[in-house]
């Protein structure tokens, strides 16, 4: 077996520029099914040439491009080294009938279990199909590419394909194979890794799930703060029914709230971590589990705090569309008629209207830009400099934009007893408080005796380390450091 594995059977180049040359090599695939049809299609564009077997030829041959040969399993099986197996688990006990013409073959388990089969078999599908073919070298790959990817190409999805065998050399034909149907293998290692493989396409959008959660629990809360404070107060109190707030106004006092508390939890784990740090005097012990996961998130959490905003953003500009708020306006119009007010101008008003409107459009401005460079094809073409600069720096600017912002909404309700409902502060008094808190740690993070310990210890210094490292700044202050 492994002499047969000495033989170059897939070249880099499929397909030699004069095809007289080299002929294409063959590649097998057992099922006529969708991905097989897909399969057959890709590697014949990728300058392979494809035989199909199936159950019933004569059906499924019209489906495959003319110069695909669909023909009975047996038969398929014949020349190549390299067979696709396009078939359900459940059915590979079926194609046991094979396993002659399959002795000493490479066979590609490209199979997805559903949820599941996943949690019921402890063995992954194709350590499954290994054992079923013991004389055959298994690789399980392809599985997290679709049908229709492997039809329209690699440029409309995604490009990675995970692949793990126990055969090193079967793992190389594949990936030659992979590259030059235009994927990228990535190795996952032996085959025992197929779960792991296998679980991939069952995970549902892994990362967001704790963000996502903490995101609700905080509309939740905020929700029903200004509900009591802006619908269920004036109705106990003074018999007003303002409960038509329920769908727009109450969501959109919400979602700042929402935006702004979760872009502070960005960054107060990393303020959180340098304290640590600090504390400890080194950066080689590890963080709690818990703000481990947190420093893991952030980059979910900032973009569902652009979310939040984003669609305050739109709920800002349709409240004038409301019919409330054009009864609103003629209300207030008779009532300056009738009061004979002809002019009505609130100097004070007018600036904070402007500036707090104008702190809003930059906050959700600089939080876009976060959002764009975190998008992987951005995030990847910026060197770390520029990736730290836009995240770090240019977040933390949001961050006071965005206080700035809640500041000038605020203005002095805060001080103000009429905005204390049912004894309730303002919600946006309760908004600033975990800003507030990071914007204040930063600050006392730059403070030179703080700031010049906390570089040294990311650059590996120690409080109780016997070696002594002194930043390049350092060697004019000071000429020994006791580490
Ligand atoms: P499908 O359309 O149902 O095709 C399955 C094929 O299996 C049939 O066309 C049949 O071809 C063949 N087969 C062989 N022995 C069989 C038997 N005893 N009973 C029934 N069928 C038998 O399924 P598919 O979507 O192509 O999926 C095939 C494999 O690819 C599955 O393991 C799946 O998890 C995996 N996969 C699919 C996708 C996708 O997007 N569809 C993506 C990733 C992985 P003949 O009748 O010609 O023998």
Request: charge should be positive; charged fraction near 15%.
């Amino acid at each position: 077996m492994s002499g047969e594995m000495e033989k170059p059977l897939i070249s880099h180049h499929p397909v030699e520029s004069d095809s007289s040359l080299a002929e294409a090599p063959t590649v097998g695939i057992l099922g006529s099914g969708d991905f097989a049809r897909s399969l057959a299609i890709r590697l014949v564009g990728s300058g392979f040439s494809v035989v199909v077997g199936s159950r019933n030829p004569k059906r499924t041959a019209g489906l495959f491009p003319s110069s695909a040969r669909v023909t009975f399993q047996e038969e398929a099986l014949n020349g190549p080294q390299v067979i696709f197996v396009a078939v359900f688990r459940e059915h590979y006990s079926s194609l046991c009938g094979l396993s002659d013409q399959l002795a000493g073959k490479i066979l590609v388990d490209v199979s997805n279990p559903t949820e599941q089969d996943h949690l019921q078999h402890r063995e992954s599908n194709a350590e499954y199909l290994a054992s079923l073919f013991p004389t055959c070298t298994v690789v399980k790959a392809f599985n997290v590419i679709s049908a229709w990817t492997l039809q329209a190409g690699p440029r409309d999805g995604n490009k990675q394909v995970p692949i793990c065998s126990d055969q090193p050399e079967a793992k190389r034909i594949i990936s030659e194979m992979v590259h030059a149907m235009g994927f990228m293998p990535v190795d996952m290692g032996s085959l025992a890794l197929a779960r792991e493989v296998e679980a991939m396409p069952l995970r549902l959008l892994p990362g967001w799930k704790v963000p996502t959660l903490l995101a609700l629990g905080l509309f939740v809360c905020f929700y029903v703060y200004n509900f009591i404070r802006d619908v269920l107060q004036p109705y106990i109190q003074n018999r007003k029914s303002k409960f038509y707030k329920l769908p727009v106004s109450v969501v959109n006092t919400t979602l700042p709230c929402v935006a702004f508390v979760l872009l502070s939890l960005v960054y107060l784990p990393g303020v959180l971590a340098a304290a640590l740090q600090l504390q400890r005097g080194t950066k080689y012990r590890r963080f709690p589990d818990w703000l481990d996961h947190w420093l893991q998130h952030r980059k979910q959490i900032g973009l569902l705090s652009f979310f939040c905003a984003a669609m305050h953003a739109l709920y800002s500009f349709c409240l004038p569309l409301r019919r409330s708020h054009r009864y609103d306006l003629v209300n207030l119009a008779v009532k300056q008629v009738l009061a004979n007010k002809s002019h009505l101008w609130v100097e004070e008003e007018v600036w904070r209207m402007e500036i707090y409107l104008s702190l809003g459009v930059l906050a959700l401005g600089t939080l876009s830009l976060l959002a764009v460079a975190s998008l992987p094809s951005i995030a990847n073409s910026l060197n770390w400099r520029e990736f730290s600069f836009v995240q770090s720096t240019l977040g933390f600017v949001c961050l006071v934009l965005s206080t700035l912002h809640t500041l000038t909404y605020g203005w002095t309700r805060a001080f103000e007893e009429s905005y204390y409902k049912f004894y309730l502060p303002p919600t946006f008094t309760l908004t600033l408080l975990v800003p507030c808190v990071v914007i204040l740690a930063r600050g006392l993070l730059l403070l030179p005796c703080l700031s010049r310990r906390l570089a040294r210890i990311r650059r590996g210094w120690e409080k109780d380390s016997a070696v002594k490292f002194l930043l390049p700044s350092d060697l004019l202050v000071e000429k020994t450091s006791h580490v």
